[in-house]
């Protein structure tokens, strides 16, 4: 039995094609103008859609173990299949956190079990992300973790991070840091600005995630240390890091589709669905952000999917946890309000993204004969708006309920398996 993509506009090495797409094995066995299917095969029609490489997100907080209330592997890993994703980052916050090769071993396992998408852990950079001692990096390394962050507290302490960064180095791993010098935003609920002023709220200063950035590239000058940084906010990071790579440094960034989209202002509401770390910023920002995405200052699209139950969120706006979900409306957010080509969203959501995870010898791949058959079909162009009750998070915690967003999945295969169908998880 094959599954047969039909009608579709490929994303293929040699641009967009027209072509039939034969999954069989697991791999892709044939791409022809016309496909023939039998009766035993699957035929996923995919008229006026594109054929992508399956997305890949370097930022997914799946909660387990330690926060299953508020999602677990499998259904997190549901709702990135839905948005169109073959491959999640698993962030190490948990309880208790990746530190170890057995939390490792479990959150991988537990991945797989759902085999919906894969599933890749993240390890701490410290023990217990306290930033205090270097975990087992070597150890987990051998294990097959290939990116290790304390992502929820940046590294403060630089003489660990720059040990942990001459580890990396030998051990040929990269580091994604969370940019947040903590001196600076206890606290804080919002960017700091007008608006929490007008609201008599703490503010987050922009200075307090471009120090960190700062300090970190000039320890990736020093050691020769691959280094990520997650989440940047704001037009200081977004040109430290153009001015970085012009240097020719080994550092990537990413953005979130809420940094791309969401300004300060929302929180005058006291809605604590808009509290994010770090927070929404300006709309100057935002344009940064944009243009970093655009000139490939920023390598990548990360979700930051941080699902929390209703009860933790509908506490007062200095209380509530910060973060909103990401994956079923990734795709969405982004074409709304960035101008990109088919091979833009690919680059960004997914062939970088596998590069910088360690993944790209099974994702982030254009469609070719032989390839492993991890892709999705997307309706670039589909209007749609945020159900919450269609959400297969385990949490609704998201902003863009009733928003309406550009670009639908319409098929997620994973392996070679049919695992979303016109929007529909099939497990």
Wanted: net charge negative; aromatic share 2%.
């Amino acid at each position: 039995m094959s599954v047969i993509i039909s009608g579709a506009t490929v994303l293929t090495d040699s641009g967009e094609q027209r072509l039939d797409v034969r999954i069989e094995g697991g791999v892709i066995a044939e791409m022809a103008t016309t496909i023939t299917a039998s009766a035993d095969d699957v035929v996923l029609s995919a008229v006026g859609c594109h054929v992508l490489p399956g997305f890949v997100d370097l930022h997914t907080h799946l909660r387990e173990p330690g926060k299953e209330d508020s999602e677990t592997i499998e259904t997190g890993s549901r709702a990135g299949a839905k948005g169109g994703y073959t491959a999640l980052v698993a962030m190490p916050n948990t309880t208790p956190a990746q530190d170890s090769i057995p939390i490792i071993e479990f959150v991988r396992a537990q991945g797989r079990r759902a085999g919906l998408v894969e599933v890749a852990p993240s390890g701490c950079i410290t023990v217990g992300r306290a930033g205090v001692a270097l975990a087992p990096l070597a150890d987990m390394a051998r294990n097959g973790v290939k990116i290790f962050t304390d992502d929820g507290s940046g590294v403060q302490d630089p003489a660990i991070m720059r040990r942990a960064m001459e580890y990396s180095r030998e051990l040929g791993i990269t580091l994604a840091q969370h940019c947040e010098v903590s001196a600076l935003t206890a606290g804080a609920v919002m960017n700091e600005c007008s608006c929490s002023s007008e609201m008599g709220v703490p503010g987050w200063p922009a200075l307090a995630e471009e120090l960190m950035v700062h300090r970190d590239i000039e320890l990736a000058k020093l050691t020769g240390a691959r280094i990520h940084f997650l989440h940047l906010s704001t037009a200081g990071s977004v040109h430290l890091v153009r001015e970085a790579k012009k240097a020719g440094l080994p550092i990537t960034a990413e953005v979130t589709p809420h940094h791309l989209s969401l300004t300060e202002e929302l929180l005058k509401s006291f809605d604590s669905t808009y509290k994010v770390n770090p927070p929404l910023r300006s709309a100057a920002d935002i344009e940064a952000l944009k243009e970093g995405l655009l000139d490939g200052t920023i390598d990548a699209v990360a979700t930051d999917h941080a699902p929390h139950v209703r009860r933790d969120k509908e506490l007062p706006l200095d209380q509530a946890p910060p973060g909103m979900l990401g994956l079923e409306t990734a795709l969405g957010v982004v074409l709304s309000v960035v101008p990109m080509s088919a091979a833009q969203l690919a680059t960004v959501m997914s062939t970088n993204p596998a590069r910088i995870a360690g993944l790209s010898d099974r994702h982030g791949m254009l469609a070719a004969v032989g390839r492993p058959a991890n892709l999705c079909v997307v309706d670039l162009d589909a209007q749609w708006s945020v159900d919450p009750t269609q959400l297969a998070s385990k949490s609704i915690n998201t902003p863009f309920v009733g928003r309406s967003l550009r670009g639908k999945v319409r098929h997620t295969i994973f392996e070679g398996v049919v695992v979303v169908n016109e929007g529909v998880a099939q497990r």
